[in-house]
DNA sequence: TCAAAAGTGTTATCCTTACACCCATGT
DNA sequence: ACATGGGTGTAAGGATAACACTTTTGA
């Protein structure tokens, strides 16, 4: 029985998760002074969702789109009881625009809305020092032993001890595990009991979760799709492609492995220049093969997961 | 800017993709004598999306719904050129009840509307007998050389003469590359120029591409998450198991690796009874481990990709 | 000369795939 | 006896991970 009208007045809404990789750390566009994430209206006036989401973020940015996605779709009734709201997210993939000023909104850190993501420089202490023993705690005062176990298993599952258990894709499960616990900011405001507030930015709204998802997801997509191109200018070398890569997994890669795979895939091919001026030996350049981003609907990729040192 | 009101009434539905392994054919709920999938209207009465999609589809089947999982938000404008509707897809993994009279709608086979993903027996006559010949010449007369050559370089990736090239997870592209071509009803509908009409079932509105997609993330995903219990009666034995994935995968597994996987995986554990009574030794009965059950959110599962004979 | 980064070569290990074979039951 | 399905062992191959080492530049 499709067509049935609903019954209050029903509003959509485009969120985006725009995200760009500069001087080693991944950004997110953000506005209001980085408490939301980029929202406009939804209307019918193009093809597709797609479409219109990337006509709107072009139109705001002044700056090209390249690879977007559908996340999910949220209907959150708790901002306004009467009006019904359902947000459309999006992920999408830029390079963040050289002249700062253009566009309406502010490239914040990832890391700063996540600082337990970020184990490039191994595992942060905060998670060892805080999120831990409170995560311990939260367990054991579980209701029943059911639940109790339970609670043990999902810490132990995502935030393990063995820093070689880690495993960065889980970046919504344990957004969502510290949310329960009452150890963000945005639990408090539904109402839940607050355990402790743990460094990290917060958002309006749902937004932090929306980011999470979009997050998760593009750690996912870069291990098996060749979409970390999107984020790279267009000559590179593999010392930057490996940086990005790192910037996004969070955690540091072994060298040699890297290029070793990367090379081996063909997805890329040298310029035949070199950088110049920086210390140390100068690199070969590399671009993206333009020819593998025409069959880029089935193309795969692999990104070697051997860690560094 | 969120919180705008759209400019037309809007409408949003919900649209499931229910489906079960029954006798060693995968099966899609279906209304209208299998036209349509079940879509009701959204209403904001539930937690989230997804309870709501949850209590609505038990009460219409009086069945439980295992695992559910949102697919994808369509925004679908040629219904109705005035009403606005938005589509949200879920799929969802029961087991179909044994009264069949039991809620409205009908059970069809999904192969039924994609006759040539059934790889079960080999490659299908019909690929080798009408799609690759009429997907050569759609590709060969495109406009101009580079789209000629992308068009090809589709119809290899996805319709590959080697079998081992296979890839059943590619689903929602193949259906979208007959549609481009001319090759599904769906197409004539909207306009197209139709070069030919395959066998396979077609549905109204875009309904045959959202079972695709469905379709395409159940083969994806019973690859690595323990998801294909959730169609298992309670209890079961391995080549019960194996033929359910094969009856998804739309293919043939190899039978000693795929004991020996599933097994060390520790998924499931012996019931102590045996088969009794069929042709054959009788084979040990198998339940899914129900603490696995709990871990379900984070917990990996392989399925072996080595083909039978 | 040293630090920093680019590169090359080789080996160990694990997982997947493939092949060969034996066991238990009903007709 | 034989067909059917259950069940075990082991070897080949490929991909990943780990380690050691050389080369080229700028400060």
Redesign the interface.
């Known amino acids: 029985?499709?067509?049935?009208?609903?019954?209050?007045?029903?509003?959509?809404?485009l969120v985006a998760v725009l995200t760009a990789v500069t001087g080693g750390t991944p950004r997110v566009l953000t506005t209001q002074g980085g408490e939301?994430l980029p929202?406009?209206?939804?209307?019918?006036v193009h093809?597709?969702?797609q479409a219109?989401l990337r006509a709107w973020v072009e139109s705001q940015t002044h700056h090209a789109l390249g690879y977007v996605e559908?996340l999910?779709?949220?209907?959150d009734?708790d901002?306004?009881e009467a009006?019904?709201?359902?947000s459309?997210s999006y992920l999408g993939l830029t390079r963040e625009p050289a002249d700062a000023a253009a566009g309406t909104g502010a490239w914040q850190d990832c890391y700063a809305y996540f600082p337990w993501e970020d184990w490039r420089a191994g595992r942060p202490e905060l998670v060892a020092q805080q999120i831990l023993p409170q995560l311990s705690s939260w367990a054991e005062e579980a209701d029943t032993p059911a639940e109790r176990s339970?609670r043990r298993?999902?810490v132990a599952?995502?935030f393990p001890l063995d820093e070689a258990l880690w495993?960065e894709e889980?970046v919504l499960?344990r957004y969502e595990l510290l949310f329960e616990a009452g150890l963000v900011a945005e639990a408090g405001h539904r109402g839940l009991p607050m355990r402790a507030t743990l460094p990290g930015r917060s958002m309006l709204?749902d937004h932090r979760r929306i980011l999470a998802t979009g997050f998760a997801r593009l750690r996912a997509k870069i291990k098996y799709r060749p979409v970390v191109f999107e984020l790279m200018p267009p000559e590179f070398t593999l010392l930057q492609l490996q940086q990005v890569v790192e910037a996004l997994a969070g955690r540091g890669l072994h060298k040699q492995n890297f290029r070793r795979l990367i090379e081996q895939q063909a997805l890329i091919e040298e310029t035949g220049a070199q950088t110049a001026g920086s210390t140390g030996r100068p690199a070969k350049l590399f671009r993206f093969r333009s020819d593998v981003r025409?069959?880029r609907?089935?193309a795969g990729s692999k990104l070697p997961l051997a860690r560094s040192a």
Chains 1, 2 share one sequence.
């Open positions: 029985m499709p067509h049935l009208p609903t019954t209050p007045a029903l509003h959509a809404e939301v929202a406009g209206p939804f209307q019918m093809r597709s969702l219109g559908q999910y779709t949220f209907a009734r901002r306004d009006a019904h709201v359902l459309i339970l298993q999902r599952a995502q495993n889980l499960q709204h025409l069959e609907a089935t």
